[in-house]
């Protein structure tokens, strides 16, 4: 099984979640998870907004995730993939501070002509295009705890298998159609997984965003 691209993934994300109670927020990690978000979004009828967070990479290795940052200030550290690279606390901290930089650019410019969906008290569905190592998804979920979410559902068209007990201190539900035993890059799982630009976020932001304020 493969997805067409990440707006059938939303589609295919949507039925697996089914009819939502009551009424949820969707927050998608940009960029590749606003299209599958919105998808999910324009399915199911519920409200949608953007959850900025970073991958913080290994210097050597970009795509291996050693931490993640996001919005609020939130910081998690991915201890094995630290050691691993041998990446010492002054690099480290030189990455960290990059992609805090770009987190910052992102949230003016997506949040620019809205504001940010109030969280207090509500359930909320975290959506990104896939999830390799976690990392980025536990930021997300602690950030939508932080700004006081009282359930926390990820929900993702493809991970890994243990993603549930990765992730089970943050999150209250996992959902995921497809858990491959062996999943080396989430882009496997796409026939089309060609990049999304932020012209394209906004777009959608303006658009499915619009629409479900109300």
């Given at each position: 099984m493969m997805y067409?691209?990440?707006?059938?993934?939303?589609?295919?994300?949507?039925?697996?979640?089914?009819?939502?109670?009551?009424?949820?927020?969707l927050l998608a990690?940009?960029?590749?998870?606003?299209?599958?978000?919105?998808?999910?979004?324009?399915?199911?009828?519920?409200?949608?907004?953007?959850?900025?967070?970073?991958?913080?990479?290994?210097?050597?290795?970009?795509?291996?995730?050693?931490?993640?940052?996001?919005?609020?200030?939130?910081?998690?550290?991915?201890?094995?993939?630290?050691?691993?690279?041998?990446?010492?606390?002054?690099?480290?901290?030189?990455?960290?501070?990059?992609?805090?930089?770009?987190?910052?650019?992102?949230v003016r410019a997506?949040?620019?002509?809205?504001?940010?969906?109030?969280?207090?008290?509500?359930?909320?569905?975290?959506?990104?295009?896939?999830?390799?190592?976690?990392?980025?998804?536990?930021?997300?979920?602690?950030?939508?705890?932080?700004?006081?979410?009282?359930?926390?559902?990820?929900?993702?068209?493809?991970?890994?298998?243990?993603?549930?007990?990765?992730?089970?201190?943050?999150?209250?539900?996992?959902?995921?159609?497809?858990?491959?035993?062996?999943?080396?890059?989430?882009?496997?799982?796409?026939?089309?997984?060609?990049?999304?630009?932020?012209?394209?976020?906004?777009?959608?932001?303006?658009?499915?965003?619009?629409?479900?304020?109300?």
């Amino acid at each position: 099984m493969m997805y067409r691209d990440r707006a059938d993934a939303g589609r295919v994300l949507a039925d697996t979640l089914g009819p939502p109670e009551g009424s949820p927020v969707l927050l998608a990690l940009p960029r590749g998870g606003v299209v599958v978000g919105a998808a999910v979004a324009e399915r199911l009828g519920v409200e949608l907004d953007v959850l900025v967070v970073r991958k913080i990479g290994v210097p050597s290795q970009p795509e291996l995730a050693m931490g993640a940052v996001g919005e609020d200030g939130v910081l998690v550290v991915h201890d094995a993939a630290v050691r691993l690279g041998r990446v010492s606390p002054a690099a480290f901290e030189r990455v960290r501070l990059a992609e805090e930089t770009e987190l910052d650019r992102r949230v003016r410019a997506y949040r620019t002509h809205r504001n940010r969906v109030p969280l207090e008290g509500r359930s909320v569905l975290v959506v990104d295009d896939g999830v390799a190592t976690g990392s980025t998804a536990r930021a997300a979920c602690l950030v939508a705890r932080a700004a006081g979410a009282v359930r926390v559902t990820l929900a993702v068209p493809v991970g890994p298998p243990d993603l549930a007990e990765r992730l089970a201190t943050v999150v209250d539900q996992v959902v995921c159609p497809m858990a491959p035993p062996s999943l080396f890059a989430i882009g496997e799982a796409y026939e089309d997984f060609s990049p999304t630009s932020d012209a394209e976020v906004i777009a959608i932001l303006a658009r499915i965003g619009a629409s479900s304020d109300r």
